[in-house]
Nanobody, 122 residues
Framework: QEQMVESGGGLVQPGGSLRLSCAGS????????IGWFRQAPGKTREAVVC????????YYGDAVKDRFSIWVDAAKNSLGLHMKDLKADDTAVYYC???????????????WGQGTQVTVST
């Protein structure tokens, strides 16, 4: 059974950093475009970053470019997101996902996790 499980969320002050992790099982990361999306309260889902299955390049959303970085260990089917210089607007539930193509959310992802809460606040 395909599964993705996120971890690492929490409360962080503005300007701080946080690392998220995601473990996948039941499928191969190499067969999909993989990445992260988020959803803030009262807002629609937003694609954060996606590594394309075609060229293995990372494509970042404008809101997080130069602040967030994705890493992937395909051999271990694990995925991470390093977030720095966090802002209140980054507060959201963060989901790791596997999809047919980038950017995420162009169509419904194939698999995604339950999400992990990130709260940026004093």
């Amino acid at each position: 059974q395909e599964q993705m499980v996120e971890s690492g969320g929490g409360l962080v002050q503005p300007g701080g950093s946080l690392r998220l992790s995601c473990a996948g099982s039941g499928f191969r990361f190499d067969d999909y475009s993989i990445g992260w999306f988020r959803q803030a309260p009262g807002k629609t889902r937003e694609a954060v970053v996606c590594i394309s299955s075609d060229d293995r390049l990372a494509y970042y959303g404008d809101a997080v470019k130069d602040r967030f970085s994705i890493w992937v260990d395909a051999a271990k089917n694990s995925l991470g997101l390093h977030m720095k210089d966090l802002k209140a607007d980054d507060t959201a539930v963060y989901y790791c996902a596997a999809a047919q193509s980038c950017p995420l959310l162009t169509s419904e992802p194939t698999f995604w996790g339950q999400g992990t809460q990130v709260t940026v606040s004093t």
